[in-house]
């Protein structure tokens, strides 16, 4: 993780990115934009559940399924390829996230750097619009709270994957290393940075299961061993 190895490809990536940014812009402004909505919508959906029945909250980790597959297809199938109508996704991220951070030196200096971390704000009010339907129609068949739990999920996770990534990406990983997952996700996440891998492999951001479902994971182990991995590379397969 040295930045005396980053390559001057990625050096002059980040100098000519930094230009671009605006002046205007403020890490923790945007960090607490995307925090503000995430825990509003939290906070409103959660109140309008009212005694859901054991069945209703069944929908906690069918969505938690769904979201894991989700975040993985969107990654391999959008993030890496040049989609038409979505070539923005594959712009910010193969040719500019994936320039800026190499696993030679994948950790920001500044929080002038959040800006190529985290999403733009309106990506996450795109993300809760896409939950509605799936809501309003448990909604419509009787299952009002199982709607709202799933909305409740839904942006939970969201919250979980910028906060994971943010992780992955810290300068400083002395208290990073030491909690259980996120370490995980950040040894997985740093690999998939390595640009021979990044096209097949390691596309979960918050817990690596549908990489290891998928088989699209540099590690050879169980579920288990992947989530609690760590920073080990024990389990590593040659690429
Ligand atoms: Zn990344
Ligand atoms: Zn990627």
Redesign the pocket.
């Given at each position: 993780m040295a930045t005396a190895r980053m390559t001057q490809r990625q050096q002059l990536f980040r100098t000519d990115f930094r230009a671009k940014v605006a002046k205007a812009y403020n890490g923790w402004l945007h960090v607490t934009l995307i925090a503000a909505i995430g825990l509003a919508a939290i906070w409103y959906c959660a109140r309008q559940v009212t005694h859901p029945a054991w069945y209703e909250w069944l929908v906690v980790p069918v969505a938690f399924a769904i979201s894991n597959v989700f975040e993985w297809w969107i990654?391999k199938y959008v993030?890496?390829r040049p989609v038409r109508g979505l070539m923005g996704i594959y712009r910010r991220?193969?040719l500019a996230?994936?320039q800026f951070f190499t696993d030679v030196e994948p950790t920001f200096d500044t929080a002038r750097d959040f800006r190529i971390v985290f999403f733009p704000p309106y990506a996450l009010v795109a993300f809760i619009v896409l939950s509605i339907p799936p809501a309003a129609i448990l909604n419509a068949v009787g299952f009002g709270n199982a709607g709202w739990l799933l909305l409740v999920t839904n942006v939970a996770l969201y919250l979980n994957y910028e906060l994971f990534h943010f992780c992955c990406h810290v300068k400083d990983d002395s208290l990073v290393r030491r909690i259980p997952l996120v370490n995980s996700i950040r040894r997985h996440h740093i690999a998939?940075?390595d640009p021979v891998i990044?096209m097949t492999r390691n596309?979960n951001l918050t817990y690596p299961v549908a990489d290891w479902f998928f088989d699209t994971s540099d590690l050879k182990c169980g579920l288990v061993s992947h989530v609690f991995n760590g920073y080990s590379d024990r389990h590593v397969r040659l690429k």
């Amino acid at each position: 993780m040295a930045t005396a190895r980053m390559t001057q490809r990625q050096q002059l990536f980040r100098t000519d990115f930094r230009a671009k940014v605006a002046k205007a812009y403020n890490g923790w402004l945007h960090v607490t934009l995307i925090a503000a909505i995430g825990l509003a919508a939290i906070w409103y959906c959660a109140r309008q559940v009212t005694h859901p029945a054991w069945y209703e909250w069944l929908v906690v980790p069918v969505a938690f399924a769904i979201s894991n597959v989700f975040e993985w297809w969107i990654h391999k199938y959008v993030m890496h390829r040049p989609v038409r109508g979505l070539m923005g996704i594959y712009r910010r991220h193969t040719l500019a996230h994936h320039q800026f951070f190499t696993d030679v030196e994948p950790t920001f200096d500044t929080a002038r750097d959040f800006r190529i971390v985290f999403f733009p704000p309106y990506a996450l009010v795109a993300f809760i619009v896409l939950s509605i339907p799936p809501a309003a129609i448990l909604n419509a068949v009787g299952f009002g709270n199982a709607g709202w739990l799933l909305l409740v999920t839904n942006v939970a996770l969201y919250l979980n994957y910028e906060l994971f990534h943010f992780c992955c990406h810290v300068k400083d990983d002395s208290l990073v290393r030491r909690i259980p997952l996120v370490n995980s996700i950040r040894r997985h996440h740093i690999a998939h940075h390595d640009p021979v891998i990044m096209m097949t492999r390691n596309f979960n951001l918050t817990y690596p299961v549908a990489d290891w479902f998928f088989d699209t994971s540099d590690l050879k182990c169980g579920l288990v061993s992947h989530v609690f991995n760590g920073y080990s590379d024990r389990h590593v397969r040659l690429k």
